[in-house]
């Protein structure tokens, strides 16, 4: 079974920049596709990041630029590191995997995302 564990999380001027990084059981990052999601308190989870088995990778439109998005196969972690936070942005962020045949890594579908972590909180103040 694929276990995934967040970690890097915490609190952040506006503007600030954070590092979260995903430590993954073996052969997970390399073999499936990985992404970062993010749910606020009352809101729907949403897609952030995701990058695939080939290393190819996505961003929701306001990330692109402030987010990247990053893989070590051979050290099984999965990494985002986010610039220029916005108080906004305050949420649990998670990481994910897709295990199953089918769908698409870059549409950040969180439906498709079938394994996940238990998040780590980012939290950016005003």
């Known amino acids: 079974q694929v276990q995934l564990v967040e970690s890097g999380g915490g609190s952040v001027q506006d503007g600030g920049s954070l590092r979260i990084s995903c430590e993954a059981s073996?052969?997970?990052?390399?073999?499936?596709?990985m992404a970062w999601f993010r749910q606020a308190p009352g809101k729907e989870r949403e897609g952030v990041a995701s990058?695939?088995?080939?290393?190819?990778?996505n961003y929701a439109d306001s990330l692109k630029g402030r987010f990247t998005i990053s893989k070590d196969n051979a050290e099984n972690t999965l990494n985002l590191q986010m610039h220029s936070l916005k108080p906004e942005e305050t949420a649990m962020y998670y990481c994910?995997?897709?295990?199953?045949?089918?769908?698409?890594?870059?549409?950040?579908?969180?439906?498709?995302?079938?394994?996940w972590g238990q998040g780590t909180q980012v939290t950016v103040s005003s």
């Open positions: 994910a995997a897709r295990t199953l045949y089918g769908g698409t890594c870059g549409a950040l579908r969180t439906y498709e995302l079938n394994s």
């Open positions: 073996e052969h997970t990052i390399r073999n499936y596709c």
């Open positions: 990058i695939d088995i080939h290393g190819s990778t």
